[in-house]
């Protein structure tokens, strides 16, 4: 098992020492689920149901309140600094706000090569290298390298943001809205650079969106949230009971006139 | 276009800094370019008036009033740049440390620092004086001590703001931690408001070390630091009110300059 996740629960509204202040409504509750290597796992919900979240809890970067996250085997908050080294390795992210997550003073070489100083023992031009083949990758032009991220547009820093996850050639990503601010045409493309990916490297997803469509062409099973519970799975015959799945279905807007003709926004 | 005009107009407002730092060299060579023993006491020759031997006349005891300005820079600049220098050398290692552990360490300084901040710094700086005693060094290190105190709980700040941010974050998944994450991330970021602040407070620390000498607390005669000047002088205000001018607009002149290029580096970011 890639990663499993065990009864999760997350508050905010706590203070670390001293005064704690009243609990306030968990965010999320009795989160279980697993993943094998190399499947690509969906989870949608609507906003706020603590997607992303419980996106940050899996990447061991926000400590849940209660339960454990293992990857590999080995729990994420608990591992020697050793293994979370290697584990850092293996488990990458791209975020939902792709600006943010860039230091504004890094241009996009140092954003790019950083997993390599951290990883690697390549000599600078082996980054150049590495840094071009990357770029190639999310099919962006090698002269960005010297701009910083406020100079890029929006897709073009979500692209930047997906060839950093890929640089290492991780186990698993986790994709929080990764492709939600990219154009049609390049979210094909992503969506098939990763499928790619995935068979040629056993890589992993996990495709956070709140857009059903293109996660359930990305995904083999759909865990359904809604507030902060894992209220469905959905899997490969794409059956669904729960009324909050069938409230991110009819949220689909048909595409076809006819349909539109009987499907207007009962 | 834009950025062309606006590089024009920084490079124009950076012109205190190499006025700086040529009072920086002229303090730094002063037994060179000194005409005459800013110590050196004549009483025959008290009170002449400005010459060529005597660019601006001498004092009460026939010291060469220029020498002395010259020597005294490195007593009032030199003193004030090492002050900001190793107290934020120091609240750089400590608020950063701080901010990083959190937890009881990071609770107990807030606690202290806020004790300690609740006093004016000066009036801080004076209890230490009065606990140590009245000399330069003693000035030195009261008035690191409280400025570290202030940087240190800023720094902790600064450093706080970006541990929020998810590009913070993002380093820490590419594998960035510890001391790498410190240097790539948080300084790059913090610096600009960093050097801001501590060149606008060189001008303070230079008026606390001259007020200190002023009143007695701080470097002591014959020392010829422009506070202590403004001192000696005044007993001769009536006479020879220029006694107080000069050490008053050398005073005046540098702190000037400081918050002129504070003002600017902030608006460089
Ligand atoms: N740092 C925080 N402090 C307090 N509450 C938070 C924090 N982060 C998230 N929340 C709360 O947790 C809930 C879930 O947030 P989360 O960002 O996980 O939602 P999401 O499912 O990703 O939504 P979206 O689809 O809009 O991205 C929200 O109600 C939010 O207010
Ligand atoms: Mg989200």
Redesign the pocket.
Known sequence: MLLEVKNIEKH??QRPFLFKRGQ?AP?LQKVTFSLQEGECLGIV???????????RIILGIERPTNGEVLFQGINLYTATSKHKKMMRRDLQAVF?NSYHSFNPKQTIFEILEEPFLNFEHFNKSERQQKVRELLDCVELESALTQNYPSQLSGGQQQRVNIARALALHPKLIVL??AISSLDMILQKHIIQLLQTLQKEMKLAYIF?S?DLQATRFMSDRILV?QH?QLVEEIGEDGAYQHPASQELYNAILPSHPRERANNRFE | MNLVRKDRVHSKGLFSLPLLLIIGLLGLFAPIVMPHDPLAVDIAKKFLAPSWDYPLGTDHLGRCVLSRLLLGIRYSFGSALVIQLVAIVLALLLGAFVALKRGIIDFLFIRICDILLAFPTLVLAFGLLGLLGPSLKNVLLALIFTQLIYYSRMIRSLFIGINKKEFIQAARITGTSGIKLVIRHYIPNLLPPIVTIVALDVGKVILEIAGFSFIGLGVQAPIPEWGMMVNEGKQYIRQHPELMLYPGLAIVLVVLLFNHLANNLKKLD
Request: charged content about 20%; proline content about 0%.
């Open positions: 905010y509204g306030e965010v919900g609507q906003s706020g149901s603590g997607k992303s979240t419980l996106g939902q929080d809205e956070i709140h949230m902060g």
